[in-house]
Nanobody, 123 residues
C-alpha cells in the first residue's frame, strides 16, 4: 500500500508560479510511475503530467505543455510539479497518483491516490 501526500497548493495571481510536491510513504523509486491529475468544480478529473520510475520519460497534457514540469527525487520518494505561467483555467484540486509499469493518462490505470491540494489562480 502506497500512501501519497500532496502539498504546495495555494492562491496565486495569473502569470505566477507554484510548485506542488507529492511524498510517498514507501519506496516508489524502482517500481512506480507517478502522475498528476486535476479536477475543477463540475468537471471530470483530467490528466496533467506523468513521469516514469527513473525520471527518464515524461508526458504532458497539451493544455500544460511548456508551462508545467514534472520531476522526481527518488532518494526522497517525492515527485514535483512545477507550474509556471499559471492561468485562471488551471484552478483545480490537484491529485498525485501512482501506478506500476508504464505511463498512462487514464485515471483508472492508477492504483494509489493522494487527497489532493487546491490550486486557485486569480485573474
Amino acid at each position: 500500500q502506497v500512501q501519497l501526500v500532496e502539498s504546495g497548493g495555494g492562491l496565486v495571481q495569473a502569470g505566477g508560479s507554484l510548485r506542488l510536491s507529492c511524498a510517498a510513504s514507501q519506496r516508489t523509486r524502482s517500481s512506480y510511475t507517478m502522475g498528476w491529475f486535476r479536477q475543477a468544480p463540475g468537471k471530470e478529473r483530467e490528466f496533467v503530467a506523468a513521469i516514469n520510475w527513473s525520471g527518464g520519460s515524461t508526458y504532458y497534457a497539451d493544455s500544460v505543455k511548456g508551462r508545467f514540469t514534472i520531476s522526481r527525487d527518488n532518494a526522497k520518494d517525492t515527485v514535483y510539479l512545477q507550474m509556471n505561467s499559471l492561468k485562471p483555467e488551471d484552478t483545480a484540486v490537484y491529485y498525485c497518483a501512482a501506478k506500476t509499469r508504464s505511463i498512462a493518462v487514464i485515471t483508472t490505470r492508477y492504483d494509489y491516490w493522494g487527497q489532493g491540494t487546491q490550486v486557485t489562480v486569480s485573474s
